[in-house]
């Protein structure tokens, strides 16, 4: 019997806000699993993506950014919550944006490299850089400056480079089994894929109004007959001026909010959905 030798390992997305991980994360999987926008701290929770691809297994987790001080000089531990998936990773993809090398990426890529993992450099966005001729400079100067083991330009969002990023990554792929099923994308569950979305609409729909922490719990999910799913969720505010907000003049908002939420929902699930949204404030605090 010829059985052909399997290889896995988890990678790790990390970098600053704004930076692009998510997308790449998107681009990578073939699938939206992480939610994208131009807000900072979008991504509050690590979040799971599966490529498998024949013999080679890819899981990457996407990572919130980091977290600093309010001097900007130093890392708050404690509101970081990705420093164990770090220390576990087979290796690190630090995404930078553009030809921009800042004290905090310095910072960042100073702790992460304490780990002896293998890191990686993605310079994302380089369809936005208009003056090519300073990419290969700036590249040499990352180069020098923090020997990583490859350092790759891409533009996730144009899906540039992204094969090319691909086959770098399988060839640091330790010989192991294969953890999930070849057809699994992600670790998300129901619950989570659903009031992603709904936190996604809030975040598009209201844009600067509302600060991109705010959380959304599922409170009811349950299946009846027709192939129909009826969910109430809770939207947590931490102030109140922020549920009116959301509420809007006689309740325009979040009726706005809900059918965008529901066609959403019902495309990612394909059921029929019946949706409830309440907001309230965030006892928890």
């Not at 989570?192 to 996604?200: A, D, L, P």
Request: charged fraction near 25%; proline fraction near 3%.
């Amino acid at each position: 019997m010829n059985i052909k030798q399997k290889y896995c390992g988890w990678i790790t997305i990390i970098g600053k806000s704004n930076v692009g991980k998510s997308t790449l994360l998107n681009k990578i999987i073939g699938k939206k699993i992480s939610i994208v926008s131009r807000k900072k701290n979008t991504t509050q929770t690590h979040i799971t993506g599966i490529n498998t691809k024949k013999y080679y297994q890819c899981i990457y987790t996407d990572t919130p950014g980091f977290i600093f001080n309010k001097k900007n000089d130093k890392i708050e531990y404690k509101k970081n919550i990705f420093f164990n998936i770090v220390k576990n990773s087979t290796l690190i993809m630090f995404v930078i944006d553009q030809v921009s090398w800042t004290e905090k990426d310095n910072i960042i890529f100073n702790k992460i490299k304490k780990n002896g993992i293998p890191v990686i450099i993605i310079i994302n966005k380089i369809d936005k850089i208009s003056n090519k001729n300073i990419l290969l400079p700036f590249i040499d100067f990352i180069k020098k400056k923090t020997q990583a083991i490859e350092i790759i330009p891409i533009s996730a969002k144009k899906t540039k480079n992204m094969m090319l990023l691909y086959n770098i990554v399988k060839n640091y792929l330790p010989k192991n089994p294969h953890v999930y099923p070849e057809n699994h994308i992600t670790t998300n569950s129901q619950f989570f894929t659903i009031s992603e979305i709904i936190r996604e609409q809030l975040i598009l729909f209201l844009g600067d109004e509302l600060p991109s922490i705010v959380k959304v719990e599922i409170e009811y999910l349950k299946e009846i007959e027709n192939n129909q799913l009826h969910i109430r969720a809770l939207i947590l505010v931490i102030h109140s001026r922020q549920k009116k907000i959301i509420i809007g003049h006689n309740g325009e908002k979040i009726k706005k909010i809900s059918i965008i939420s529901r066609y959403k929902i019902e495309k990612e699930l394909h059921k029929k959905i019946h949706l409830l949204l309440w907001v309230k404030k965030d006892t928890s605090k």
